[in-house]
């Protein structure tokens, strides 16, 4: 078989939840096309982000912050996303909230960016946007934001320790705190809470770094509709669908299923099975199968801290019990 055989799946929010929620509530994951696909899988802990694998996949480099705009069809150099987030105060910690659940609108979204570009702009910051969720910032010259991850990978969780790193320098903290003394006040704001809305009390700057490698890839399509994995395709010159199960099947590419990221950065135990049980139906089963019937040779799977090669069970261990679920997910049952 060649490396057209090959599944690369990609599964934002499939393990980050499961020990807090063993521990907290005593509850295990149930897909039993999932437990098939993962019998006597390699388990190996993921040393870097999706998007950086992703990039690593396609042998391309660059900023996550220009595969994003070049996904959206513009182009863009030198920026950092600046999105726009809340921040929600928690005893000792502060949960990031990403802006696609702010119901932030264009016209907040404009007027909010005006503010900060006004303010900062004597300073020679630079502001755009080409959303209402995705802005970018381009910091003076000598100013390098810190590497912050992408929002996607934290939300939900306590980024304190990132807004505090000791790594960063005065000024930029400086700025930081400024911005959001300038954001607590901004107008919109003031509108939003009065209207019992989240505001928009932080910036978010993540992808300005460069990721990837020039490495020939493997993979000869991508399934996906998120703007990031779009430009990184078209930098590869790759080709990009949306997500249809049946040419996945076959091998040779990258699927992105982003069915329980949003359940699992907020900890909805209830429509994260949901979505589980759904992927187990349409997606899990069906790849399992693929591997028996070698239709595949491999599949690889890649959830939050961990990362699994599936390969179709040998004659022999088909006569011996599988692991739990969660052992195979890396959560003690």
């Known amino acids: 078989m ?40 390699s388990r190996l802990p993921r040393t870097e982000s999706a998007y950086h694998k992703v990039a690593a996949l396609l042998g391309v480099q ?22 726009p987030v809340h921040l929600r105060a928690d005893v000792d910690s ?42 970018y910032a381009f910091p003076p010259q000598g100013l390098e934001p810190p590497p912050w991850p992408e929002p996607a990978e934290i939300a939900g969780s306590d980024v304190g320790p990132y807004i505090r790193g000791r790594e960063q320098s005065a000024e930029w903290r400086r700025f930081y705190t400024e911005l959001q003394m300038l954001l607590a006040r901004a107008p919109v704001n003031l509108g939003r809470m009065s209207q ?11 992808g300005g770094r460069r990721v990837g490698n020039s490495a020939s890839s493997p993979v000869s399509l991508v399934f996906a509709s998120d703007p990031i994995l779009i430009g990184m395709a078209d930098a590869a010159g790759i080709e990009v669908k ?26 909805d135990i209830e429509a994260w ?23 595949l040779k491999r599949v690889h799977v890649y959830g939050d801290a961990w990362q699994w090669e599936c390969r179709r069970r040998a004659p022999w261990r088909l006569l011996r019990q599988s692991a739990p679920l969660s052992r195979a997910l890396g959560v003690s049952s």
């Open 94 to 135: 502060a949960l990031l909230v990403e802006g696609e659940h702010l119901g932030l609108d264009e016209n907040q979204a404009r007027d909010l960016l005006a503010s900060v570009q006004d303010w900062f702009g004597r300073d020679g910051w630079r502001f755009t946007m080409s959303g209402a969720l995705h802005w």
């Open 2 to 41: 060649s490396s057209d055989s090959v599944a690369h799946i990609f599964i934002p929010g499939l393990d980050s939840p499961l020990g807090e929620w063993q521990r907290s509530y005593g509850w295990l994951p149930q897909a039993s096309g999932l437990k098939t696909l993962l019998n006597d899988a």
């Open 273 to 295: 099975q949901t979505a589980l049980s759904h992927l187990d139906e349409v997606w899990f089963a069906p790849l399992a199968k693929a591997l028996r019937a070698r239709h």
């Open 242 to 267: 949306t997500i249809q199960r049946d040419e996945v099947l076959r091998g040779g590419g990258i699927a992105w299923l982003n069915d329980l990221r949003p359940a699992a950065a907020y900890d």
């Open 196 to 206: 019992d809305e989240p505001a928009v009390n932080a910036l978010w700057f993540w």
């Open 62 to 83: 660059g900023a996550l912050a220009g595969f994003r705009e070049r996904g959206a069809g513009r182009a863009v150099s030198g920026a950092v996303c600046a999105d």
